[in-house]
């Protein structure tokens, strides 16, 4: 007599959770005991099972309903969550490129300072600025990130977030003035 044995895999009603343990400048420690963030590949490994985030990637946990944060050991949601964290400069706009990003089907997550996110596309690693419209900021500082990217070895991609939240993106690259007019040259002519 043979008894066959199946494993059935069963899902509970019991929703994942994420524990937000503290904040460190820009980036929020949290607990993932369930594994969501490490399945969504969010963040970066502080240690087993905590995980250092933006605010833009616990935004984007509540808004897609893929775990409770809780904070405080209470469950959080958008509003509470923005008016628990109003400082986090460009929070929003990251929120929107994160989340234009993932349903376009790239793995982004947070970057290395607070207006960046990252992502790879194959082999490519791309690092994202994010800006909003009618935001100054001076040109020196962008050639300074895209410079810094490319040393790094990524590819610059700038996101403009409009008034509207739709994002724009262009990629960057360095050219010297003394190129461009060489350029100028050779069209001439021809």
């Given amino acids: 007599m043979y008894v066959r044995l199946e494993v059935v ?6 929703k994942p959770s994420v524990q937000v343990i503290g904040i460190e400048d820009w980036r929020v420690l949290v607990e993932d005991k369930d594994g969501v963030v490490r399945e969504l590949g969010l963040g970066w490994v502080a240690e087993k099972n905590k995980y250092f985030l933006d605010i833009a990637e616990i935004t984007y946990l509540v808004y897609k309903d893929f775990c409770e944060v809780l904070i405080e050991n209470r469950k959080t949601d958008l509003a509470s969550l923005y008016s628990r964290f109003p400082q986090m400069d460009y929070a929003w706009s990251k929120f929107t490129v994160l989340l234009d990003l993932r349903e376009r089907g790239r793995r982004a997550k947070s970057g290395f300072s607070p207006r960046e996110l ?3 596309k194959g082999s490519e690693k791309v690092l994202v600025l994010v800006l909003e419209e009618n935001t100054l900021i ?9 410079k810094s990217a490319i040393m790094r070895e990524f590819t610059p991609v700038i996101a403009i977030v409009d008034a509207h939240g739709d994002v724009t993106y262009y990629s960057a690259s360095l050219s010297r003035a003394q190129d461009l007019s060489r350029v100028y040259l050779d069209e001439s002519s021809s």
């Fill in 9 to 14: 895999h069963v899902r509970t009603l019991v």
């Fill in 118 to 120: 990252f992502y790879t």
């Fill in 138 to 146: 001076q040109a020196s500082k962008i050639v300074e990130w895209v």
